[in-house]
T-cell receptor, first 115, second 112 residues
Framework: DAGVIQSPRHEVTEMGQEVTLRCKPISGHDYLFWYRQTMMRGLELLIYFNNNVPIDDSGMPEDRFSAKMPNASFSTLKIQPSEPRDSAVYFC?????????????FGAGTRLSVL | DQQVKQNSPSLSVQEGRISILNCDYTNSMFDYFLWYKKYPAEGPTFLISISSIKDKNEDGRFTVFLNKSAKHLSLHIVPSQPGDSAVYFCAASEVGGNKLVFGAGTILRVKS
């Protein structure tokens, strides 16, 4: 398997623009997680899905953030409008529910810079 | 409120010696603990884990120790190699839970 695939790897945008981050989880995994990593807050969970259904979005910072998972092989994290404080590395991770013991597999991340 | 704490931001070790990375937690509901390793410009990769029913788990050069009464776990790397230089994250999950709570990470530098 190719692992968790995220795109783009880098995104530079201007304040106020819409940003869409994409994730393809590992085939067969039924959990998908979105994280944000910053120097100040470390690695924080934004939202996670189980079988394409959002289970916990308590980590989503504001209404400007939204996430969808239209099918088992694709998820998006959207920021609209983007602000400079959204600059961070965003990770997607996936995991299975049977015998996985909560092990999550991470993508390489998207480095977002909002100018 | 940091439920998982890695109090040492960085650690420097000589090649061939032991590296010990520490992690403390406050949530008594945590029953599964993991260590992840992260290289620059890459995502975290799973390294080793331990269930609360054990106090030790070993995988090659890596051993994780769990002290439930002290709410403390540690990762031992023996012998340390320059390729082990990375950021190490401790993570934990609750009984029946699927979310991981991560510590802030410890930067390990292994000098040759």
């Amino acid at each position: 398997d190719a692992g968790v695939i995220q795109s783009p790897r880098h995104e530079v945008t201007e304040m106020g623009q819409e940003v869409t981050l994409r994730c393809k989880p590992i085939s067969g995994h039924d959990y998908l997680f979105w994280y944000r990593q910053t120097m100040m807050r470390g690695l924080e969970l934004l939202i996670y899905f189980n079988n394409n259904v959002p289970i916990d979005d308590s980590g989503m910072p504001e209404d400007r953030f939204s996430a969808k998972m239209p099918n088992a092989s694709f998820s998006t994290l959207k920021i609209q409008p983007s602000e400079p404080r959204d600059s961070a590395v965003y990770f997607c991770a996936s995991g299975g529910s049977r015998g996985s013991k909560n092990i999550q597999y991470f993508g390489a991340g998207t480095r977002l810079s909002v100018l | 409120d940091q439920q998982v704490k890695q109090n040492s931001p960085s650690l420097s070790v000589q090649e061939g010696r032991i590296s010990i990375l520490n992690c403390d937690y406050t949530n008594s509901m945590f029953d599964y603990f993991l260590w992840y390793k992260k290289y620059p410009a890459e995502g975290p990769t799973f390294l080793i884990s331990i269930s609360s029913i054990k106090d030790k788990n070993e995988d090659g050069r890596f051993t994780v120790f769990l002290n439930k009464s002290a709410k403390h776990l540690s990762l031992h790397i023996v012998p340390s190699q320059p390729g082990d230089s990375a950021v190490y994250f401790c993570a934990a999950s609750e009984v029946g839970g699927n979310k991981l709570v991560f510590g802030a990470g410890t930067i390990l530098r292994v000098k040759s």
